[in-house]
């Protein structure tokens, strides 16, 4: 009979319904071998703990779980391994082998899963920006992750994935994505405000400032729509830098030209020591 190594082993295994000894020592032969155990006293404890109960009841578990390995299989496969004296060693290199048998060609191959749909660039970016209003930021980090692996050059995903991130102070992701956003579209104003925000939010507000008053001076130039909010972050990084007196005065020009959260802006920058009576 063909001297068996751990892998072929482990397919004779899991495809056989019974064994005899003689294939039974085999098998453990094979597996002694290819572990390279030259030390008697370590193959014959190996041989004992394969002949015992614990060590019929792992060649079961092989036969029985044909094809269908699960995290919890693989822990109760090695819990009953290192039971009957199994080194760890020895325990990931046959768990290693069981998992290449059981992923070997079977008679019916599994059908190839279908291609994901496709969704237009358009409608992915609403089903985003829906979350977004919702404050799912979980949800808008997931989907704009996914919209990025369809989209790579797409910024805007890049965007909303950094707005995210920010919210939930993942800043070390935050930067990343909007640095690739202004790599694609260096200079856009809305993307450097937005950077700029998370960088004041992130204890660097010193680095935030100049960024700042850049982008406020592009998108009042484009008479953007974006200028009175981002005017408004302004004052509150202004005030996390210390600058109070300026805080203040941005935060009512803001209100003049119609800033839309007025109420809690004024408690955030109150609870930083500016004095908004001026």
Request: proline letters at 5%; hydrophobic letters at 40%; one cysteine or more.
């Amino acid at each position: 009979m063909e001297k068996y190594t751990v892998k072929t082993a482990m397919r004779w295994i899991v495809e056989r319904e019974s064994w005899t000894v003689f294939e039974h020592e085999t098998v453990l032969n094979g597996m002694l071998a290819d572990l390279a155990f030259e030390e008697a006293k370590e193959r014959q404890r190996i041989r004992l703990a394969l002949s015992s109960g614990a060590g019929r009841q792992f060649y079961s578990f092989l036969r029985q779980g044909e094809g269908h390995p699960d995290a919890h299989d693989l822990l109760m496969l090695r819990t009953s391994l290192a039971d009957v004296g199994f080194g760890e060693d020895f325990v990931s290199y046959v768990l290693d082998a069981f998992l290449y048998a059981v992923s070997l060609p079977s008679a019916s191959p599994p059908e190839p899963e279908p291609e994901p749909p496709t969704m237009p660039v358009d409608e992915l970016q609403r089903l985003i920006l829906g979350y977004y209003e919702l404050g799912d930021w979980d949800k808008v980090i997931g989907m704009s992750r996914s919209a990025i692996e369809l989209y790579p050059d797409n910024p805007e995903f890049y965007n909303l994935l950094g707005i995210a991130c920010e919210k939930r102070a993942r800043w070390s992701e935050c930067f990343q994505a909007y640095d690739v956003a202004l790599l694609m579209r260096p200079n856009n104003a809305i993307y450097e405000s937005n950077k700029a925000f998370a960088l004041a939010l992130s204890g660097r507000s010193d680095e935030a400032i100049p960024l700042f008053e850049r982008s406020l001076r592009a998108l009042w130039n484009e008479k953007a729509p974006g200028y009175v909010n981002t005017l408004g972050n302004f004052s509150r990084a202004l005030a996390l830098n210390g600058q109070r007196e300026y805080a203040a005065r941005t935060f009512h020009e803001a209100v003049h030209l119609g800033y839309e959260w007025t109420d809690f802006l004024r408690q955030q920058l109150e609870a930083l020591g500016v004095d908004l009576s001026l």
